[in-house]
């Protein structure tokens, strides 16, 4: 008689057991979540051609061929070239501010509402400005908070977009040249996304290369573009 009470007990408790494990999970998704989301967007970037935007709490790295950057909650944003094994820190403005695409801080302006890859996305504008406050063209751009990607990365990548701080994760960037009331206007894409993949941010994804020596920013950023400017203006670096 004893035996069969001490196994009806134990019976008994499996379930508390099993809604134990299903509370401690749920705690965790919860602290997960709250911490923020980690996700891999592949992406199409006109400077560079195919880009991945690693991001989540720890830190984010944008990826590509010719460029990847390294994006830390506190520390300096560091560029690499991996073409030419060389480096630098983006500047504290707009990361491409020498390049002439700094952006207006503030002066984004809210559109509509939509979708991109079925994430709830919203629209805004804002001007392209060189250093001398000359407005190049007009950014179109979306962006999502659906992902939960930390604001740091965000916007730490909105600079190199180009774009305002504080909005979200940009997943798609148009430029108009002249009047967007045109409609012969021209435009062209400036970012775009494909797919977006949830991923697990790994020590070595923020680990820097070795054997970088330090350069110029606007070397670094654009490589053998620059060399190919230089040619077209007849001079030889």
Request: hydrophobic share 35%; proline share 7%; glycine share 8%.
């Amino acid at each position: 008689m004893t035996l069969r009470i001490v196994s009806i007990m134990k019976l008994s408790f499996l379930p508390l057991l099993s809604i134990g494990a299903q509370i401690t999970a749920c705690a965790a998704t919860v602290a997960a979540n709250n911490a923020g989301g980690s996700w891999t967007l592949d992406q199409y970037c006109q400077p560079w051609g195919r880009v991945q935007f690693i991001a989540g709490p720890p830190g984010a790295k944008l990826n590509s061929n010719k460029l990847n950057v390294l994006m830390h909650p506190t520390a300096p944003t560091r560029a690499y070239n991996p073409q030419r094994s060389i480096y630098c820190d983006l500047s504290s403005g707009s990361s491409r501010s020498k390049l002439s695409f700094a952006t207006t801080p503030g002066q984004a302006v809210k559109g509509t509402t939509g979708n991109v890859l079925n994430f709830k996305a919203t629209q805004y504008w804002c001007g392209g400005f060189n250093n001398t406050g000359k407005m190049l063209y007009t950014n179109e751009f979306w962006v999502t908070n659906d992902l939960r990607i930390p604001a740091f990365a965000n916007d730490k990548y909105a600079k190199i977009c180009g774009l305002p701080p504080g909005l979200g994760t940009p997943l798609k960037v148009i430029r108009h040249f002249g009047d967007v009331r045109d409609p012969s206007h021209k435009q062209t894409i400036f970012l775009d996304t494909y797919k977006a993949t949830p991923a697990t941010i790994t020590t070595a994804i923020l680990t820097p290369p070795t054997g970088y020596k330090k350069a110029d920013e606007i070397e670094v950023i654009m490589g053998d573009e620059l060399d190919e400017l230089s040619a077209l203006a007849g001079r030889k670096r």
